[in-house]
């Protein structure tokens, strides 16, 4: 079920104009129709009966116009008359969508789940403040919290700023950094009625805006795996769908190294995004399937995997949408064997976990 929440003013009056206020939603059907403008527009009219967001003034044929007017949506004649498909000015609105979506839970959250970060004299500056040390750079100093010490140290009426009064901001040191990032598309990640598909997609769109804006040097390729594995460029995130696949892990790490090997950055590491454990491989030209339990043969060639990535200073970051006691076994020992990490995190907490853990792997002492 998708919520929605509407800002008001003091007034009491909407903040936002008609058109804006539907656009946010509209982005937001988009993604969970996989790019659907028809149906997404259908669940928008629903909305808009329920909440009475147009008026008389400017209604829904308003709202499509404008979406045509501004560059949102083209024509597609394949779909009929009233057919559209989302431009990619659209595409980039939805990531740039998703981005403040987690950017929003970062702020947010208070669970305190992340690794310690380590600092010292970097590039990206940080809120935490430290005293002034031989060495860090004076064009960083707190302001605010080197009066505050001046003025405990030595009062008003003989103000002074020493050397021992002087706070910096932390830095971080940035390294550039190749990563592949894995979407787990096999069926269970709609089973049981729970849209774990969505929730992934939302990150990898979140993520590849981060990089595009903030960390231009890095890469980010991104793969899905069912029964095989291929690559997918950004451009076609919106549109990702669920497969009746089984999960083949193999297939997919065997690309992300393959990926990874073309790259010149040193710094290299996959993310996992998924929902179970891995059900199938491939023995030739054949496939090789057990959903039961955790096949021996299967489990086997995926900790081989994972110990080659340890080898080559690959890291595997898995997150994993579940709980099961016997997925959560097999992930430890995953993780063991490749030395990376993991987390269980729910759907609601996944864009947070993989976008701070991204933020830390970017982070290291000087």
């Given at each position: ?20 206020r ?7 059907l ?18 808009d009966k ?31 008359p ?6 990619s ?11 403040d ?14 690794n310690?970060k380590?600092?010292g004299q970097?590039?990206?500056?940080t809120?935490?403040?430290k ?44 390294s ?24 992934a ?7 590849s ?14 793969i ?24 083949n ?85 995953f993780?063991?064997?490749n030395?990376?990490?993991a987390?269980?995190?729910?759907l ?5 976990f993989?976008?701070?853990d ?9």
């Amino acid at each position: 079920m998708i919520g929605f929440q509407f800002e008001y003013n003091n007034a009491g009056k909407p903040s936002k104009s008609i058109f804006d206020r539907l656009l946010d939603i509209f982005k937001e059907l988009l993604i969970h129709t996989s790019g659907d403008v028809s149906e997404s527009l259908s669940w928008l009219n629903e909305i808009d009966k329920q909440y009475k967001i147009t008026n008389e003034e400017y209604g829904m044929a308003d709202f499509i116009q404008e979406l045509i007017d501004k560059g949102y949506i083209e024509s597609n004649t394949k779909r009929g008359p009233l057919g559209f498909n989302p431009t990619s000015k659209m595409e980039t609105q939805l990531r740039r969508h998703a981005l403040d979506d987690i950017f929003d839970q970062v702020k947010r959250s208070k669970s305190g789940q992340h690794n310690t970060k380590i600092t010292g004299q970097g590039d990206e500056s940080t809120s935490e403040i430290k005293p002034y040390e031989f060495g860090d750079k004076l064009d960083n100093i707190a302001m605010t919290e080197t009066i505050k010490n001046a003025h405990i140290n030595h009062g008003i009426e003989q103000f002074s700023i020493s050397q021992d009064d002087i706070a910096v901001y932390e830095k971080y040191e940035q390294s550039q950094t190749s990563t592949v990032l894995m979407i787990d598309i096999s069926h269970s990640m709609i089973l049981y009625g729970e849209d774990r598909i969505t929730p992934a997609k939302k990150v990898a769109m979140a993520l590849s805006e981060l990089i595009i804006t903030k960390y231009p040097k890095d890469t980010l390729d991104i793969i899905v795996f069912g029964d095989d594995a291929w690559s997918i460029e950004i451009k076609d995130l919106p549109y990702l769908q669920v497969g009746p696949y089984h999960t083949n892990t193999v297939a997919g790490v065997e690309l992300a190294l393959d990926i990874l090997k073309r790259r010149k950055n040193p710094n290299k590491q996959i993310m996992m995004i998924t929902d179970g454990k891995p059900t199938c491989i491939k023995k030739g030209k054949k496939y090789y399937k057990n959903s039961m339990g955790l096949d021996r043969t299967i489990f086997t060639r995926t900790m081989s995997l994972a110990v080659k990535c340890k080898k080559l200073n690959i890291p595997i970051t898995t997150f994993m949408i579940a709980r099961d006691p016997y997925l959560v076994q097999f992930v430890d020992k995953f993780t063991a064997a490749n030395g990376g990490k993991a987390f269980y995190s729910s759907l609601q907490g996944l864009g947070e976990f993989i976008f701070m853990d991204y933020k830390d792997s970017k982070r290291k002492r000087k």
